[in-house]
């Protein structure tokens, strides 16, 4: 079956643009993640939902990035106002239970962001 | 927050065996320790998870002794394409915590 796809694959910004990256999670993956990856860096976590609900967002770096899954399937990561510290890899995981950590997360190929 | 410390990377020929450790002092009881693999370019995959003593699948064994402060994964005839980076990680609430992973370099 399908698994984790992420658009765009690629993404230049200008400096102070708005982005949206989208995040199509495995069908009925009940958990999704997103991470931000910096070159030579491992991933960092950002947010987590279940379902529908953004049970975790401590990881979201300012308030320019926010996140949303409003029908509990494909999940769009907006960053504001971008920044070129916001360069980085954004990948996005699902898993198929709600409880997180003892659950193998399925992650996609990420989206490259590059900001000018 | 529970940390982990593997080396930075490790070089191996094709067809050894390789071994890379993983120490966590301060994991929690019920923590369990998971493997993940990296390619250039791809995000990372799930490899092995276990929470005692041995662990084996298709692609690698996993080994915790019993006061589980380091796990060990196992690389059996390692080839060119098991060229990647290994991350040792547990989960901290929701999230995985990867740390920067062991870089290993395959050769022929």
């Known amino acids: 079956g399908a698994g984790v796809s992420q658009s765009p694959r690629y993404k230049v910004a200008k400096r102070g643009q708005d982005v949206a990256l989208r995040c199509d999670p495995i069908?009925?993956?009940?958990?999704l993640f997103w991470y931000q990856q910096a070159l030579g860096q491992g991933p960092e976590f950002l947010t987590y939902f279940q379902n529908e609900a953004q049970l975790d967002k401590s990881g979201l770096p300012s308030d320019r990035f926010f996140a949303e899954r409003p029908e509990g399937s494909v999940s769009t990561l907006k960053i504001q106002r971008t920044q070129q510290e916001d360069s980085a890899v954004y990948l996005c995981?699902?898993?198929?239970?709600?409880?997180?950590?003892?659950?193998?997360?399925?992650f996609g190929p990420g989206t490259r962001l590059t900001v000018l | 927050l529970a940390k982990t410390t593997q080396p930075i990377s490790m070089d191996s020929y094709e067809g050894q065996e390789v071994n890379i450790t993983c120490s966590h002092n301060n994991i929690a009881t019920n923590d369990y320790i998971t493997w993940y693999q990296q390619f250039p370019s791809q995000g990372p995959r799930f490899i092995i998870q276990?929470?005692?003593t041995k662990v084996t699948n298709e692609v690698a064994s996993l080994f915790i002794p019993a006061d589980r402060k380091s796990s060990t994964l196992s690389l059996p005839r390692v080839s060119l394409s098991d060229t990647a980076v290994y991350y040792c990680l547990f989960p901290s609430g929701y999230a995985l915590n990867f740390g920067k992973g062991t870089s290993l370099l395959v050769t022929p």
């Open positions: 995981a699902s898993s198929p239970r709600g409880l997180a950590g003892a659950v193998e997360q399925f």
């Open positions: 276990g929470y005692k």
């Open positions: 069908s009925g993956h009940v958990s």
